[in-house]
């Protein structure tokens, strides 16, 4: 059975320094980056997402509540809408097959809501690229993505545990792929959530990896 990795908003404004930075997600992108150059044998593709906001909403607040609500992060073309640098060896080294892009007008904690990122066009890297060449018309989605690659297992990493990973890996199985979280290459938000988070998603049908 084919396998992607998918490698969920290792962004900087996620880790140490960013706007909304959680404890350890610099590490986790260090262990991602260590993990792949040992194990990267074992996919057919290695995926990233990204948040990529221009306008969601009330997903942004001045006075977030840090669960429906946040302060503004991963701005489009931004900084701290880049991977982090802790995997730039995956990247230096062409193992990342693709990106995908979502949350432009809404929240969107999914991976399975984005879409993918040309890396032809000029505003897929550019910090400096207008709001009309970064509206562009997305492609197509993680899921078709997959499937029309036969690809039906999906190993799951990043941040943050209790957020985008946890929706990234429900809906995975929601659309029937074999899904495993490797938990040890999470950071979460709120960690004392964690033993729960990870608890609900065994219940749903996801296999929890804690040695990966």
């Known amino acids: 059975m084919e396998t992607a990795l998918i490698i969920v908003d290792v962004q900087n404004d996620f880790c140490e320094g960013g706007s909304l930075g959680v404890t350890g997600g610099g ?3 260090a262990a991602i980056t260590s993990y792949l150059s040992d194990n990267g044998w074992k996919y057919a593709a290695v995926l990233a997402t990204q948040d990529w906001h221009i306008d969601p909403g009330t997903h942004f607040s001045a006075e977030p509540d840090y669960i429906d609500s946040w302060p ?8 701290g809408a880049e991977l982090h640098a802790g995997l730039a060896p ?3 080294a062409g193992a990342l097959t693709a990106t995908f892009r979502k949350g432009r007008y809404e929240a969107a904690y999914s991976g399975f809501e984005s879409t993918l990122v040309d890396p032809n066009d000029p505003a897929a890297t550019s910090e400096e690229a207008d709001v009309e060449s970064l509206e562009s018309t997305p492609g197509e989605s993680l899921g078709e993505w997959l499937s029309s690659r036969h690809i039906h297992k999906v190993d799951i990493v990043g941040i943050a545990t209790d957020f985008c ?3 990234t890996a429900l809906d995975a199985v929601r659309a029937r792929f074999d899904t495993t979280v490797l938990a040890r290459l999470t950071a979460a938000v709120h960690q004392v959530t964690v033993p729960t988070v990870l608890g609900e998603l065994a219940r749903a049908g996801v296999t929890i990896d804690r040695d990966a």
């Open 72 to 79: 503004v992060h991963c701005v489009a073309g931004t900084h």
């Open 90 to 92: 995956i990247l230096k």
């Open 27 to 29: 590490a986790t992108a």
């Open 165 to 167: 990973v946890r929706e």
